[in-house]
């Protein structure tokens, strides 16, 4: 008999089904993992809507997760069964002109969750197993789900090439703002300011090492920013907020030769951010773009979190089990609780 497993299916925009869906055989190259954590992440709503394009359903959500594994293919050997795992959350070539040159992410044969490949808002995964990498057991699974986003915060750091002494600001104190404040720190800037709107998020801020921490619905952001680099500008905005009002301030707070490394995704689509051709050519501006990490980047985020130099358990607010899916989507939508990540626990 078939074994069975319980899966949170999309089978249309806004339509999430839990149903029972049989157990997938690994090929030769890939591993089947039973699913511990799977965390909710920003982007799983602009599918639940139906906003992202490239988006086919029936689809399975949850590309931030981790779990043991149970099967490997035989041409498998970095991993084994019993394994503890998180994985990578898009499969790449390796052989292509960005592959070669170590740019996964802009792999041109990229296969990605919930894009290609069903996600982890099930009991089981198979993925290729490239993109599995073991953990040791001192990391909890909830923790561990939370490398994906994490290296996403690494790579957008990575992006922006910081100096030590640099003044470096961060816009949207949300998980990737917090995630990629913390691999900021590592870089040694003079100054790590956090500009914000909900009060729990820049109290989180600073506990996670923001030197400063502004709530630009009180502090005028240009006022305080300008105050802080006396009078001179960041040097790098990272831009984890996806508001055309954070993207004017980003442009107006940077000094010469400033670099602001956009991150975040505005709701709709189709938006299109103006510049100020001035301000962009007099400061000898750039303006860099992220989408992900690669497989190094994500490897050594690993790292950081397993030695405890970046804390993912501060961002961690709610568990639920797949069950709840309901109630888990809405605290993290509503942010419900002040709602940072929410992690269903199987
Ligand atoms: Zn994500
Ligand atoms: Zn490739």
């Known amino acids: 008999m078939k074994r069975t497993m319980k899966s949170l299916v999309l089978t249309e925009p806004r339509a999430l089904v839990l149903q029972e869906r049989p157990v997938p055989v690994p090929g030769s190259t890939e591993v089947l993992i039973q699913v511990k954590a799977a965390s909710i992440c920003h982007t799983d709503f602009f599918t639940l809507n139906g906003e992202y394009p490239r988006c086919k359903y029936p689809t399975v959500l949850g590309h931030e997760f981790s779990g043991i594994v149970e099967q490997c293919g035989r041409d498998v050997s970095h991993v084994k069964a019993g394994d503890h795992v998180t994985c990578i959350s898009y499969d790449y070539c390796g052989t292509c002109t960005f592959c070669r040159r170590g740019l996964h992410n802009g792999c041109r044969h990229i296969r990605g969750i919930p894009f290609d490949m069903d996600g982890a808002y099930q009991e089981m995964i198979c993925v290729t197993a490239a993109m599995a990498y073991p953990f040791d057991s001192s990391l909890s699974f909830a923790e561990a789900s939370?490398?994906?986003?994490?290296?996403?915060?690494?790579?957008?750091?990575?992006?922006?090439?910081?100096?030590?002494?640099?003044?470096?600001?961060?816009?949207?104190?949300?998980?990737?703002?917090?995630?990629?404040?913390?691999?900021?720190?590592?870089?040694?800037?003079?100054?790590?300011?956090?500009?914000?709107?909900?009060?729990?998020?820049?109290?989180?801020?600073?506990?996670?090492?923001?030197?400063?921490?502004?709530?630009?619905?009180?502090?005028?952001?240009?006022?305080?920013?300008?105050?802080?680099?006396?009078?001179?500008?960041?040097?790098?905005?990272?831009?984890?907020?996806?508001?055309?009002?954070?993207?004017?301030?980003?442009?107006?707070?940077?000094?010469?030769?400033?670099?602001?490394?956009?991150?975040?995704?505005?709701?709709?689509?189709?938006?299109?951010?103006?510049?100020?051709?001035?301000?962009?050519?007099?400061?000898?501006?750039?303006?860099?773009?992220?989408?992900?990490?690669?497989?190094?980047?994500?490897?050594?985020?690993?790292?950081?979190?397993?030695?405890?130099?970046?804390?993912?358990?501060?961002?961690?607010?709610?568990?639920?089990?797949?069950?709840?899916?309901?109630?888990?989507?809405?605290?993290?939508?509503?942010?419900?609780?002040?709602?940072?990540?929410?992690?269903?626990?199987?």
Not at 245 to 261: H, P, Q
């Open 146 to 346: 939370l490398t994906e986003p994490a290296a996403n915060g690494y790579s957008t750091v990575d992006r922006a090439n910081i100096y030590p002494g640099e003044q470096v600001v961060v816009m949207g104190p949300g998980p990737i703002g917090l995630l990629a404040l913390e691999s900021a720190k590592l870089k040694s800037p003079g100054a790590l300011i956090v500009l914000g709107t909900r009060q729990e998020r820049l109290h989180k801020a600073t506990h996670l090492g923001a030197t400063h921490a502004i709530n630009i619905h009180e502090t005028d952001p240009y006022e305080a920013v300008m105050d802080i680099t006396e009078g001179k500008g960041a040097d790098v905005v990272i831009l984890c907020a996806g508001s055309e009002d954070a993207w004017k301030i980003s442009g107006r707070i940077l000094t010469k030769y400033g670099r602001v490394i956009v991150e975040a995704l505005p709701s709709v689509y189709d938006t299109q951010w103006p510049v100020h051709v001035f301000d962009f050519t007099a400061k000898h501006i750039s303006y860099l773009g992220v989408s992900g990490y690669n497989a190094a980047q994500f490897g050594t985020t690993l790292e950081l979190i397993q030695s405890k130099i970046i804390d993912v358990a501060s961002l961690i607010t709610h568990r639920f089990p797949l069950q709840d899916y309901q109630e888990a989507f809405e605290t993290s939508d509503k942010r419900k609780g002040g709602a940072l990540k929410v992690v269903f626990e199987m």
